[in-house]
DNA sequence: AAATTCATCTTGTATAGACAAGTACTTGTC
DNA sequence: GACAAGTACTTGTCTATACAAGATGAATTT
């Protein structure tokens, strides 16, 4: 039997311990984004374990989408790590294939801890409560307000999130690289609404204009946590495209 | 080496061929829904194969979302097969758990072969013309109108779809299982709008009312084939929930 | 120089076994 | 009857190997 497993606490498979090994990588950057991962046979002897254990431990990242596997060429880290449910930008004027537009984030309010908005998350929820990390941002592309972003995470456990920056800016890498905690699927309401003035002052639009208003509840990988994130969309100049699979 | 294979015209592997065996058994109802399908051991025996090669075929009916895998127990036939991007309602008086609403479909005009609509699908695609099988049809909750459906999927090919009755009323259904045409992913893109005359008529609402629009594109698993819809639902009794993977 | 062949790398498919672990039922004991 | 042990089934993990097939570059031939 091998050795390499023996002296770890870790009652996990041996395939689930190399593919986090190698997504560990990925996220630290030892390999960029298109870069090539050691092929199968590499792993095979770096964790003295046999070929169809790597197959397993790389199928599972092909299914969480880091990366990508070419037959007799290798595995490649995928350009840009889908992150799931993730909402962009279009605009009406672009010509297919034309120049990004920019996107910009505004921080609306400090991050803070408040309290579980009452009554915000009236179709997917209703019975939570306790002390919420809170982040209010506004979303731009080209310096058009489009999105507004109200993201709560329970405190408890991630504490220390205030004291420091996020990742990127981005909670959930920061989840995910400091916290092992990702994503797994998400439910969501969408609805179109009229603009009141908190939202109509943020995105700019008129009084009573129509937004798209977008409640989401993340499930993550730890039963019991669940990220409540609330959108409200003005769409007359930038649509909001998304892709499902 | 094994002779079951050997006759057929199938370049495929074995494991695609066993997974679109037990997938058509399951789409023809041989194994009900919520019912246990063959061990993996019988299937060894059924197609003189490896465990390995079926458990290949399973993991592939579960990635497609036709089965789940029980340690100790078996494998059965998913409750509900989640079709992609499928979106549901929800009542804002509903209590959780409550008796679900009767969910009904009208078809507004019988299906029609008509050229590809101008200026419907400004976000989504320019480039589509020829002659597309039209469906239009009126999503009810609890009798109520919520959603209008325009569907349209180049009628070549599909000719024979105008003759005959869509199995279960689903279009996709009917592809599925006539034609082998599965949706692999869907792009889609939102807006807020203000309901004018035709969607104010047949949703019900007061002209000008905020509904949502999307915009949607299909992907197949038929290189060059889309299927494109476009959906107008008016949210204010009932809000369009789904699902995101 | 161009084309072909060859060797060698990669991932994809497949075999034939082994043991672990979850589940359900039977059997035996108290 | 209640409980425990055994057993027979299931899926989960894993080994060691083999050949197929795509990609790539070097060596060979034309």
């Not at 997504?23 to 046999?50: A, H, R, V, W």
Request: contains cysteine; hydrophobic residues 35%.
């Amino acid at each position: 039997m091998n050795l390499l497993f023996l002296g770890m606490t870790n009652p996990k498979p041996h395939y689930s311990i190399i593919s986090e090994f190698v997504k560990k990588q990925i996220q630290e950057g030892i390999y960029p984004t298109g870069s090539l991962i050691p092929s199968e046979n590499d792993l095979c002897m770096q964790f003295d374990t046999s070929r169809m254990t790597v197959r397993q431990a790389l199928n599972e990242l092909v299914k969480e989408g880091f990366i990508e596997r070419k037959h007799g060429k290798g595995s490649f880290v995928k350009s840009e790590r889908q992150s799931l449910g993730l909402l962009s930008f279009k605009g009406f004027s672009e010509v297919v294939g034309s120049a990004d537009h920019e996107v910009r984030t505004l921080v609306v309010e400090p991050p803070a801890i408040l309290p579980w908005p009452q009554g915000v998350f009236e179709s997917i929820s209703r019975a939570e409560r306790g002390e919420y990390f809170t982040l209010k941002r506004l979303r731009c592309a080209n310096d058009v307000p489009v999105m507004l972003e109200y993201t709560y995470l329970p405190i408890e456990g991630f504490e220390s999130l205030l004291s420091s920056e996020l990742l990127d800016g981005s909670l959930f890498k920061t989840l995910s690289v400091k916290y092992n905690v990702d994503m797994r699927n998400l439910e969501q309401c969408l609805r179109a609404i009229q603009a009141e003035t908190i939202q109509s002052n943020l995105l700019k639009c008129p009084l009573g204009s129509p937004i798209l208003a977008i409640e989401r509840k993340y499930i993550t990988n730890q039963a019991g946590l669940f990220v409540y994130s609330k959108l409200y969309c003005y769409t007359d100049h930038y649509s909001i495209s998304n892709v499902l699979n």
